[in-house]
C-alpha cells in the first residue's frame, strides 16, 4: 500500500512544484516598477519629439504658459548596452517646452556668459522652458557639474537656471546620434546617446 502511494504521491508533488513556480514567475513580470534604466516598451511623445535616433535639432512645446513652470527635480545618467541614458524628472505642470541640438564651443553660462571648456569633440545642450531647478532660494537639484565615466558622456553640466529656462550640456567624446522620450509618472524627458 505504501509503495503505491509513493509514485502518486511524487507526481503530485511535481504538479505543486511546477505550479508554484508558474505563478511566482508571473507574479514577479505583472510587479516590476517602472524604471529608466532599460529603454520603455511603452512612451507617451508627441509627434514633434525624436523617438527615432537623430544628429538634427529636436524641439517640442509644450503649451505651458510662460508664467507657469516646471521644477527640474532630479538629473541623473547612466550607461548602457549601444547607448549613455540622461534622464530629467519634473514636477507638475509636467514636461516644459524643450529643444536639444549639438552647440559649438566654447559653451557658455547663460547669465555670467562665462566661458565652459568641455571635454569631448560633441556638446549637446538640453534646454527647458519655462523650467527652475530653484524654488523659494532653495535649489531643486543640487549637483550641477557631474563628470562622468560612462561610454560617450564625459561631463554633464547645468549651463542656465535663469528667467525660467534651464540649460544642460552633455559634452560627449563624438556628436553621436541621440533620441529624445517623454514619461509620465512622474514626467520625465530621457535623452539616448549613441555610442
Same mark, same amino acid.
Given at each position: ?13 511535481? =504538479?505543486?512544484?511546477?505550479? *508554484? ?7 514577479? /513580470?505583472?510587479?516590476? *516598477? ?8 511603452? %512612451? ?7 523617438? +527615432?535616433? %537623430? ?16 521644477? #527640474?527635480?532630479? #538629473? ?20 516644459? /517646452? ?5 552647440? /559649438?564651443?566654447? #559653451? ?12 569631448? +569633440? ?18 531643486? =537639484?543640487?549637483?550641477? +557639474? ?43 524627458? =530621457? #535623452?539616448?546617446?549613441?555610442?
Amino acid at each position: 500500500m505504501r509503495s503505491e502511494l509513493c509514485p502518486n504521491l511524487r507526481g503530485i508533488l511535481a =504538479v505543486c512544484l511546477c505550479l *508554484a513556480l508558474l505563478l511566482a514567475c508571473t507574479l514577479k /513580470d505583472n510587479h516590476k *516598477a517602472p524604471s529608466d534604466v532599460s529603454p520603455p516598451a511603452a %512612451t507617451r511623445h508627441a509627434p514633434e519629439v525624436a523617438a +527615432d535616433w %537623430t544628429a538634427g535639432i529636436v524641439s517640442r512645446s509644450s503649451g505651458l504658459p510662460q508664467s507657469r513652470f516646471s521644477l #527640474v527635480r532630479k #538629473v541623473r545618467a547612466a550607461g548602457h548596452e549601444g547607448y549613455d541614458r540622461i534622464v530629467f524628472e519634473f514636477s507638475e505642470p509636467g514636461i516644459p /517646452d524643450l529643444h536639444l541640438e549639438y552647440i /559649438d564651443e566654447p #559653451v557658455r553660462q547663460c547669465g555670467s556668459g562665462k566661458a565652459l571648456y568641455l571635454p569631448g +569633440d560633441g556638446w549637446l545642450e538640453m534646454r527647458f522652458t519655462p523650467a527652475r531647478m530653484h524654488h523659494q532660494s532653495m535649489t531643486t =537639484v543640487v549637483n550641477r +557639474d557631474r563628470y562622468l565615466r560612462l561610454a560617450v558622456v564625459q561631463r554633464l553640466v547645468a549651463t542656465c537656471d535663469f528667467e525660467n529656462r534651464v540649460a544642460w550640456v552633455a559634452a560627449v567624446s563624438e556628436p553621436n546620434r541621440y533620441r529624445v522620450l517623454t514619461l509620465d509618472d512622474p514626467p520625465r524627458v =530621457v #535623452v539616448d546617446i549613441q555610442h
